[in-house]
């Protein structure tokens, strides 16, 4: 059973950057689509990035675009998200999401890692 369980999350100051991890276990990294969202307090979840198998293709959410850099080890396993100049918005639970194409819902998620920035 796929299991995905991020980390590095933390408290920043505002223009700080901070880097996330995805481990993905039970399971080869190299077949499934990944994606990053964040749930903010009283907010809905919402969609941050996302990257293909390959790696050759990613996504932004324009509140993060040419802030973010989502990338991938395949050999390692291991999903990364760098945070650049953030900003109390960002504030957050972010989530890593697995599924094994663009195709079908996201249905594999880890439980989640703070993300706090300070004014």
């Known amino acids: 059973q796929v299991q995905l369980v991020e980390s590095g999350g933390g408290l920043v100051q505002a223009g700080g950057s901070l880097g996330l991890s995805c481990a993905v276990s039970?399971?080869?990294?190299?077949?499934?689509?990944i994606g990053w969202f964040r749930e903010a307090p009283g907010k809905k979840r919402e969609f941050v990035t996302a990257?293909?198998?390959?790696?050759?293709?990613?996504r932004y959410a324009d509140s993060v675009k040419g802030r973010f850099t989502i990338s991938r080890d395949n050999a390692k396993n291991t999903v990364y998200l760098l945070m650049n100049s953030l900003k109390p918005d960002d504030t957050a639970v972010y989530y890593c999401?697995?599924?094994?194409?663009?195709?079908?819902?996201?249905?594999?998620w880890g439980q989640g890692t703070q993300v706090t920035v300070s004014f």
């Open positions: 039970g399971g080869t990294l190299g077949s499934l689509n």
């Open positions: 999401a697995a599924r094994l194409s663009d195709y079908v819902p996201y249905n594999i």
């Open positions: 990257i293909s198998r390959s790696g050759g293709i990613t």
